[in-house]
């Protein structure tokens, strides 16, 4: 699979890497133990008055207001939502052990994490562009039209609305054995923290799920 990359003039930089082969159709041995470290490592780390003003999660507000034109206050960035919760004191959600292990990366790294399963994705080429008023389905909404937001799509599929929301169609669940790994980065974030954080998560799905990592690419 390759990314190419439309919008680095905006300050769009991800990492991404396919494993092959997960189970995903149980909860292993370990899991909870993984998310919970998650969680109570943000807890020690992070507050919840100071978590906006965070040097990474300051870079993402910024690229709402500045990009693409989103209140980050109404609709927050990814990460920034799951670590509020956290913080709150609240668990992270359990989905499936894949979208778990994604959920506690995006927590660890500070940086949002989108999971496709490559079998409902199909083809072998995405690109990250600007929409032009394709047809989006995102997980437990309504189809709607996307204007002027980056996705990440192949031809008028879009998996993902760039970078804070991920398509029904291409969603992984339990019956996924093929994952792609999509770290969102932005200027600013150091290709280290990306990569870093799909390494993470490519490690603990062969060791949890059974699963078989290729490399980690940058586009």
């Known amino acids: ?47 919840l008055e100071a978590l906006k003003d965070h040097p990474i999660i300051r870079i993402y507000r910024d690229f709402y207001w500045r990009v693409i034109g989103i209140d980050p206050t ?82 008028s599929l879009v998996l993902h609305v760039y970078p804070y929301r991920d398509s029904e169609l291409t969603k992984v669940d339990e019956s996924t054995k093929n994952i792609l790994i999509v770290v969102a980065g932005l200027r600013g974030v150091s290709d280290d923290v990306l990569t870093g954080c799909s390494s993470y998560i490519s490690s603990l799905f062969e060791r949890l799920l059974g699963g078989r990592a290729g490399p980690i690419k940058l586009a």
């Not at 990250?128 to 989006?136: A, C, D, H, P, V």
């Open 74 to 155: 109404k609709q927050r960035p990814a990460q920034e939502a799951l670590l509020r919760r956290v913080l709150r004191g609240e668990p992270l959600p359990r989905i499936n052990p894949a979208v778990d292990i994604g959920n506690a990366a995006s927590i660890r790294w500070l940086v949002p994490v989108g999971l496709y399963d490559i079998d409902k994705a199909g083809g072998d080429v995405l690109e990250l562009r600007w929409s032009n008023g394709e047809e989006f389905m995102p997980i437990g909404g309504k189809p709607t039209r996307v204007e002027r937001q980056i996705i990440l799509a192949r031809g």
């Open 1 to 47: 699979m390759e990314i190419l990359n439309r919008v680095k003039d905006v300050g769009v930089r991800i990492a991404y890497q396919e494993v092959f082969g997960v189970n995903n159709s149980t909860r292993p041995e370990g899991l909870e133990e993984v998310l919970r470290s998650a969680e109570e490592e943000a807890r020690k780390a992070l507050s």
